[in-house]
């Protein structure tokens, strides 16, 4: 399994618009971060977890030209307002099936009605297949993928483990029986912030703290702001597991 981070910053991207913020000037392309996503491949299928408004330019800067479906974890527009760059897939490739739970599709009708219409559509417009998430198992193609139940503040949100990795954006708490289901792996990506406590998202100190309890094998952070510091300055003061993730990174399983 190969995971490519398409996007490891939070929902302004990095650098933000007019910042003066010294993250936001660095010349580091580690410190250059589009809207949060990742990339999952194994055997013969391609999954992306999120389509943010930064989904083009992810898609081109990772040469990806098809994909099995994607993964939305919730609805806010960092995760979401790529959507109708799904186009060129769905020309080369037909409908598109999306996975996320019923609010989600909920959200989505309202703000794409114009994919989502029962009524004949614009010439051009993709065609999508909803696929409900429950918080059961389900299948993508010859894996058994876990949804992950946490919350945003108050909004529920699903993590995703395909396998030995397991994927946590935009928690804040997680339930002790959902936090079992993360147990055995060899990897573990979670939202890391900023140093300060936020009221939807882990802190480091809170994303260091379950890890300690879950024990992946290697984990990663992502989802950070330009508040948590320089790249490489931030991975000198984490655990030897632990790697500040950043755009394009690649790791395989």
């Known amino acids: 399994m190969k995971i490519t981070f398409l996007g490891t910053g939070t929902s302004q991207g990095i650098p933000v618009i007019g910042s003066d913020h010294p993250v936001c000037l660095s010349t580091n392309p580690k410190d250059k971060r589009l809207r949060v996503s990742i990339l999952v491949e194994w055997d013969n299928y391609t999954y992306v977890v999120d389509c943010g408004p930064d989904f083009r330019q992810q898609m081109l800067r990772a040469n990806c030209n098809a994909i099995d479906g994607i993964l939305f974890t919730h609805e806010h527009a960092d995760h979401t307002a790529g959507i109708d760059d ?58 058994n993928i876990i949804p992950i139940n946490g919350f945003h503040h108050k909004l529920q949100v699903f993590g995703f483990r395909f396998g030995d990795f397991a994927y946590l954006t935009d928690m804040k708490t997680i339930p002790e029986d959902e936090i079992s289901k993360l147990k055995g792996l060899k990897v573990l990506v979670v939202n890391a912030l900023r140093e300060a406590e936020h009221i939807s998202h882990f802190n480091v100190t809170e994303a260091l703290a379950l890890i300690d309890i879950v024990k992946p094998e ?18 000198q003061n984490l655990p030897e597991n632990v790697f500040l993730a950043y755009d394009t990174l690649q790791i395989t399983l």
């Not at 897939?89 to 019923?102: K, L, M, N, S, T």
């Not at 559509?121 to 299948?139: A, D, L, M, Q, R």
């Open 86 to 143: 799904i186009r060129p897939f769905y020309f080369r490739q037909g409908d598109i099936h999306f996975y996320a739970h019923e609010r989600v599709f909920e959200q989505l009708r309202q703000r794409f009605h114009y994919i989502f219409t029962t009524e004949p559509k614009y010439p051009g417009v993709p065609s999508v297949i909803k696929n409900e998430i429950k918080n059961e198992p389900f299948t993508l193609g010859n894996l």
């Open 218 to 235: 290697t984990a990663y952070l992502t989802h950070v702001s330009h508040y948590l510091g320089f790249h490489d300055e931030v991975q």
